[in-house]
């Protein structure tokens, strides 16, 4: 539908012929179409909608709003809301991220996705993300993180709209948002550990790469779990901590 309703007009009819391949293809549905049917449609276009603006962030909050910037707070993993703005969108973050692996540093980049980083930043100050488990691990795909509860359905209690990159953009080392859907990303993030997590459609929030420890990238996809989607990994995956090294 993306492709064949490209330029139609209100008013207007457009038949889409979809072929067996990328329809039902010689599994068929059930009674209702038969193996290697082709599907017709014939839509009538009444209305066509302007995209949504792109999501903004509000104005730097105080202080005393934001967990402290050495991460000295107490731990806290549910939040009522999204946090206020506690990062400079002008600055480059960097964190290390301490698992039983070995340690990996990344720089994540507001300029690209503000609330995304933000989000991290902020729950990373607060311990969010210290001695959790990853709970999903593919080879050459994807190791994927920060849910507490370690179900692969936790969250810090609020949902970040998306930051979506241009298709293409996804690299070995890049630090992606993990979603349920459109605008339903939270505390649960990715880090794409082979081509195929590379060729993902532009469907997540892109927020950082790695820069240093892409050898302790390379030992986590060595024991993800080929089978059951990744969960859970071959071995135990766990963060022992997320810190902030640079950005105010």
Same mark, same amino acid.
């Given at each position: 539908f993306d492709e064949g309703l490209l330029g139609a007009r209100v008013g207007g009819l457009r038949q889409i012929d979809i072929p067996p391949a990328l329809a039902y293809g010689d599994a068929g549905a059930g009674d209702v179409i038969p193996p290697g049917a082709t599907l017709t449609f014939v839509v009538e276009i009444l209305e066509v909608s302007k995209p949504a603006p792109p999501p903004t962030i509000g104005p730097l909050a105080d202080p005393s709003e934001c967990p402290p910037t050495d991460g000295s707070g107490e731990q806290q993993q549910e939040f009522e809301a999204y946090p206020p703005t506690c990062i400079d969108v002008d600055e480059t973050y960097t964190v290390e991220i301490v698992t039983n692996f070995g340690t990996i540093v990344?720089?994540?980049?507001?300029?690209?996705?503000?609330?995304?980083?933000?989000?991290?930043?902020?729950?990373?100050?607060?311990?969010?993300?210290?001695?959790?488990?990853?709970?999903?691990?593919?080879? &050459?795909? #994807? *190791?994927?993180?920060? /849910?507490?509860? !370690?179900?692969?359905?936790?969250?810090?209690?609020?949902?970040?709209?998306?930051e979506l990159p241009e298709a293409g953009e996804y690299e070995i080392g890049s630090l992606a948002m993990a979603n349920a859907g459109p605008n339903t990303s939270g505390s649960q993030f990715f880090i794409i550990?082979?081509?195929?997590?590379?060729?993902?459609?532009?469907?997540?929030?892109?927020? &950082?790469? #790695? *820069?240093?420890?892409? /050898?302790?990238? !390379?030992?986590?996809?060595?024991?993800?779990?080929?089978?059951?989607?990744?969960?859970?990994?071959?071995?135990?995956i766990l963060i022992e901590s997320v810190t902030v090294v640079s950005g105010t």
């Open positions: 990344a720089e994540l980049d507001p300029g690209r996705a503000p609330l995304t980083v933000n989000s991290f930043v902020t729950l990373a100050r607060y311990r969010y993300f210290d001695d959790t488990e990853c709970h999903r691990a593919i080879p &050459g795909f #994807v *190791v994927q993180c920060g /849910d507490p509860t !370690a179900t692969g359905a936790g969250g810090p209690g609020y949902a970040i709209p998306d550990t082979g081509d195929r997590g590379a060729q993902l459609p532009p469907s997540y929030s892109l927020f &950082g790469e #790695v *820069v240093e420890g892409m /050898d302790v990238v !390379a030992a986590l996809d060595a024991v993800g779990n080929p089978e059951d989607n990744g969960v859970p990994p071959l071995e135990e």
